[in-house]
């Protein structure tokens, strides 16, 4: 499948979501409209409009491929045991939600096509910007219309974006004694459809992420390595969408970058 000719109409359905459900509502959330969803983590009725938006859209493009949504598989868990179907859609219908809810930016969407657990093609789109990345297995990373290359920040030490947030607090406090000091570090976007885009266009060199849910990584990841960096597990493994309940993945702007901090992990 050359799921680069999807992108038009993918696109097509991303924006149609984010016109309709996602940009009317911001910054003028009223609070019933925000709920929480679990500790430091919040749902607002943008998300599960925008989710409804991209599912229909998104099942008409491919109607044979199953869909988990965020919000859908929050609903059913038993949704996660379909992310290793032979086709599925999945949805991140505002990633960075706790930022959107705030009335800041950055948020995005996030939809991503995966076939029997591998992600095959992932879109990455900044609704105020507006920008779309996107990258399809063995076809290369894009921004817009034009294909993409990683490149790093050139500085030294590396600068390194850590999110420490769902870590248990003796690996935090490793992290921070062992790791930190050999890079430059920055405050996390806490949107992962920015964080991803940051390790392609020069602006982070590495990030670790603790959780790796499958809204929130499978198009990123797909992105920084078909852009030419490496985005894997800290052992070296592929990351699947049907192992995301696996903590631990490593981001960076090239494979020195990314084999250096997973040697220093190791020795954690």
Not at 29 to 53: N, P, R, W
Not at 88 to 104: E, L, R, S, V
Not at 226 to 237: Q, S
């Amino acid at each position: 499948m050359s799921t680069l000719s999807l992108t038009p109409a993918v696109l097509t359905v991303i924006e149609d979501a984010a016109l309709r459900a996602v940009l009317p509502r911001y910054q003028s959330l009223a609070a019933h409209q925000i709920d929480a969803k679990a500790a430091d983590d919040v749902v607002t009725i943008a998300d599960k409009e925008a989710e409804l938006i991209l599912a229909e859209g998104l099942a008409r493009i491919l109607p044979e491929a199953t869909i988990v949504g965020e919000e859908a598989a929050h609903a059913d868990p038993a949704l996660l045991d379909r992310l290793g179907d032979a086709l599925c859609w999945i949805i991140d219908p505002i990633d960075g939600t706790n930022n959107y809810a705030a009335g800041k930016m950055p948020f995005g969407i996030m939809v991503s096509l995966s076939q029997s657990g591998e992600t095959i093609a992932g879109w990455i789109y900044d609704p105020m910007s507006p920008r779309l990345c996107h990258a399809h297995l063995g076809q290369g990373a894009f921004v817009g219309d034009y294909r993409t290359t990683a490149r790093t920040t050139g500085q030294v030490p590396p600068i390194a974006a850590i999110s420490l947030v769902f870590m248990d607090q003796s690996r935090r406090e490793a992290m921070k004694a062992h790791i930190a000091p050999h890079y430059s570090l920055v405050d996390i976007p806490r949107c992962a459809a920015e964080q991803y885009p940051r390790l392609v266009l020069g602006t982070n060199d590495v990030s670790i992420f603790e959780r790796t849910l499958a809204w929130d990584h499978a198009a990123g990841v797909l992105f920084v390595n078909e852009a030419g960096g490496k985005a894997a597990r800290p052992d070296g493994r592929p990351y699947r969408v049907d192992e995301a309940h696996l903590p631990g993945l490593i981001g960076a702007a090239s494979e020195a970058l990314w084999d250096d901090l997973a040697g220093r992990l190791a020795q954690l």
